[in-house]
DNA sequence: TTATTAGATAAGCAATGGCTTATTTATAGG
DNA sequence: CCTATAAATAAGCCATTGCTTATCTAATAA
């Protein structure tokens, strides 16, 4: 059963960016905050909301805080999409061949 | 780029109870009510919500309206979803277990 | 026609959400 | 020590959300 939380932290476009931002790179507070058209305060809080919902993970470090995506961190997610690939024919013949893609 | 409006719609209880009920069948605004602790009001409220993400859709009979899952409804959620499935190895094989069922 | 039923829409309400500024806590460096 | 800086937390504000009851529209059936 999936969290609704994670569906919450993911349907504002300011936290769906900073995911993305630490998909892709570890960053400290101030650095999103800095890319961001919100305060300090605001992205902090944003941060919490995706540590709520398991999808980002923190590492301190003298005064920074760097944060980057959780291990898993869609898992639940992705597994809740799955679920109903079954409803979706077309789409399960291109998974299939990029699940074969990886095996290679 | 995906609409937040995706991730809003399923992010409450309810209304993820309806997609998941109008994935397996097609049912009246009345069926959902009856199965759901919420006023029917409620329910037209939360189909508007499914119908204005691209989640779902109506079909009028008469007095009914009956509703189900749009085709690719989720098309835009597991694409992005997909884009960062390559950092996690591990829910691949369950992906396959998924797909096996699937098949059966 | 008239009454009934399915569903959408309106209005109002309490709770929540995302933001701000102000403050607090903790670490670093002079 | 004292000051500066990183980040979290507090408090308040306004917009949004999810629900309710009441109403409205449209279609069926007496």
Same mark, same amino acid.
């Given at each position: 059963?999936? =969290?609704?939380?994670? *569906? @919450?932290?993911?349907?504002?476009? &300011?936290?769906?960016?900073? *995911?993305? $931002?630490?998909?892709? @790179?570890?960053? +400290?507070? %101030?650095?999103?905050?800095?890319?961001?058209?919100?305060? $300090?305060?605001?992205? +902090? $809080?944003?941060?919490?909301?995706?540590?709520?919902? #398991?999808?980002?993970?923190? %590492? %301190?470090? #003298?005064?920074? &805080?760097?944060?980057?995506?959780?291990?898993?961190?869609?898992? +639940?997610?992705?597994?809740?999409?799955?679920?109903?690939?079954?409803?979706?024919?077309? %789409?399960?013949? /291109?998974? /299939?061949?990029?699940?074969?893609?990886? =095996?290679?």
């Amino acid at each position: 059963m999936i =969290d609704s939380n994670v *569906f @919450k932290a993911l349907a504002d476009p &300011t936290r769906r960016a900073v *995911f993305e $931002q630490l998909a892709r @790179k570890e960053k +400290s507070v %101030r650095d999103l905050a800095a890319e961001l058209p919100v305060s $300090q305060p605001a992205v +902090s $809080q944003h941060l919490a909301v995706l540590r709520e919902a #398991g999808l980002v993970a923190e %590492r %301190r470090h #003298g005064r920074f &805080t760097y944060y980057r995506t959780a291990p898993d961190a869609l898992a +639940s997610l992705a597994e809740w999409v799955d679920r109903y690939r079954v409803f979706w024919p077309e %789409r399960v013949e /291109k998974l /299939k061949e990029i699940l074969k893609e990886m =095996d290679e």
